[in-house]
């Protein structure tokens, strides 16, 4: 069975820009979520998708949004770009949700310059 | 506020050792424990979860160990090998998972040969 995937693996933005990042769960999961590492914070939840709707929303500004398509494939966009922004992003697949074991993609290297 | 609390930060240990990790939780509502293993470029992988009504598991040579009244948990790696090395996160979930998982910081382990 194929596992997350994400794409683009890389991507460099200018501040002020948006970015668009896709993410394709596990085969039969029903559940995405996202995920931001950096060296100073670590690994912080932004939001989770269930059948195309957003069940859960970590504490991230407006700035960070998502959506699910039917296919449960997900997007997460991130408008007017920060330096702060620069980051791995990491989706995760479940087939129950958050309280179940979630598997996760190798990431989107987000450079912010 | 830091939920879960990950030591120590980094770890040397020789071929065939025991490494131990210790993660501590404040959030008496967390029922899901899971620890992820990172390697560079790659995207966590889980490794191992408990949930509170056992004390101890075991999966190949990963064990958790969970004491609840202490709110602490633990990984051991049995017989370590050089291909171990990578950061482990331990994580905690609540069972409605409203708020995603919550990492520790993380632990960078490394194993001599």
């Known amino acids: 069975k194929a596992g997350v995937t994400q794409t683009p693996r890389y991507l460099i933005k200018t501040r002020g820009q948006q970015v668009t990042l896709s993410c394709s769960p596990i085969?039969?999961?029903?559940?995405v979520s996202w995920y931001q590492q950096t060296p100073g914070q670590g690994l912080q939840f932004l939001f989770e998708?269930?059948?195309?709707?957003?069940?859960n929303k970590g504490n991230f500004p407006g700035r960070f949004s998502g959506r699910q398509f039917s296919n449960s494939r997900s997007e997460m966009n991130v408008s007017t770009l920060e330096l702060g922004d620069s980051a791995l992003y990491l989706c995760?697949?479940?087939?129950?949700?958050?309280?179940?074991?979630?598997?996760f993609g190798p990431g989107t290297r987000l450079t912010v310059t | 506020q830091q939920q879960v609390k990950q030591s120590p930060q980094s770890l040397i240990v020789q071929k065939g050792g025991i490494p131990i990790i210790n993660c501590a939780y404040e959030?008496?509502?967390?029922?899901?424990f899971p620890w992820y293993q990172q390697f560079p470029g790659k995207g966590p992988a889980l490794l191992i979860a408990?949930?509170?009504?056992?004390s101890e598991k075991k999966e190949g040579r990963f064990t958790i160990s969970f004491n609840k009244s202490a709110k602490q948990f633990s990984l051991h790696i049995m017989d370590s090998q050089p291909g171990d090395s990578a950061t482990y996160f331990c994580?905690?979930?609540?069972?409605?998972?409203?708020?995603?998982?919550?990492f520790g910081k993380g632990t960078h382990l490394i194993i001599q040969p």
């Open positions: 995760a697949s479940s087939w129950y949700g958050l309280a179940g074991e979630q598997y």
């Open positions: 085969s039969g999961h029903r559940s």
């Open positions: 998708y269930f059948s195309e709707t957003q069940r």
């Open positions: 959030n008496t509502a967390f029922d899901y």
């Open positions: 408990i949930r509170p009504d056992v």
């Open positions: 994580a905690a979930n609540s069972g409605g998972g409203a708020d995603g998982l919550t």
